[in-house]
């Protein structure tokens, strides 16, 4: 079974510009939920969509937005980069089953904003 | 709002000792979910346990175990027989329950970098 992929790994951008990143959850999969990572701030939920809608959302600005499709491939993406917008952003999809509760994570994409 | 602090930042184990990660948490919430994350420097978040509210029995996975204690909102993770490969920084995890199953959410304390010294 294929694990959660994120695409790209790593990603350079310049401030003001925007960018997408992609997760594709576990076949399977419905829930996708995604973090940022930093050093100074941790870890920090951003979103969760589940059956193509946001179900949760984390205390982000409108900068950061996302959506899901019908096979449960999630993209984010964030406008008007700011250099504290560089950061690792990980990917988690989970089965949603009824008491299952088990977040698979992605190996992340590394954003830098220069 | 529901907070996790972990209050070390580090800690060093020498290989096949046991080591203790302290983890408390705080919510007004009584159906809920908590978990260990080991994050090694690939940078995978993996799921080392994991404990439901409502059990009170100690979750337990080979060498991790945790101690539990739901009054004090204490959620620590203990790692016997510590190996090389336990090298990682290791986040403890808070998700609320809801009907049918769990939000989804998970809130992340700051982290713990062990090292397990050979």
């Known amino acids: 079974k294929a694990g959660v992929t994120q695409t790209p790994r790593y990603l350079i951008k310049t401030r003001g510009q925007q960018v997408t990143l992609s997760c594709s959850p576990i076949?399977?999969?419905?829930?996708v939920s995604w973090y940022q990572q930093t050093p100074g701030q941790g870890l920090q939920f951003l979103f969760e969509y589940f059956s193509e809608t946001q179900r949760n959302k984390g205390n982000f600005p409108g900068r950061f937005s996302g959506r899901q499709f019908s096979n449960s491939r999630s993209e984010m993406n964030v406008s008007t980069l700011e250099l504290g917008d560089s950061a690792l952003y990980l990917c988690?999809?989970?089965?949603?089953?009824?008491?299952?509760?088990?977040?698979?994570f992605g190996q992340g994409t590394r954003l830098t904003v220069v | 709002a529901q907070t996790v602090t972990q209050s070390q930042p580090e800690m060093s184990v020498q290989e096949a000792e046991t080591v203790t990660l302290s983890c408390t948490y705080d919510t007004s919430e009584n159906n809920y979910y908590l978990f260990w994350y080991k994050q090694p420097p690939s940078r995978q978040m993996i799921l080392v346990i994991r404990?439901?509210?409502?059990?009170?029995q100690n979750a337990t996975e080979n060498r991790f175990s945790v101690n539990f204690q739901k009054a004090a909102k204490s959620f620590s993770l203990k790692i016997s027989d510590s190996q090389l490969g336990d090298t990682a920084m290791y986040f403890c995890a808070f998700m609320t329950g809801r009907n049918g199953g769990a939000t989804n959410k998970l809130i992340f304390g700051t982290g713990t970098l062990l090292a397990v010294q050979p």
């Open positions: 988690a999809s989970s089965s949603d089953g009824e008491m299952n509760t088990e977040a698979f």
């Open positions: 076949s399977g999969h419905r829930s």
């Open positions: 404990q439901e509210a409502y059990k009170q």
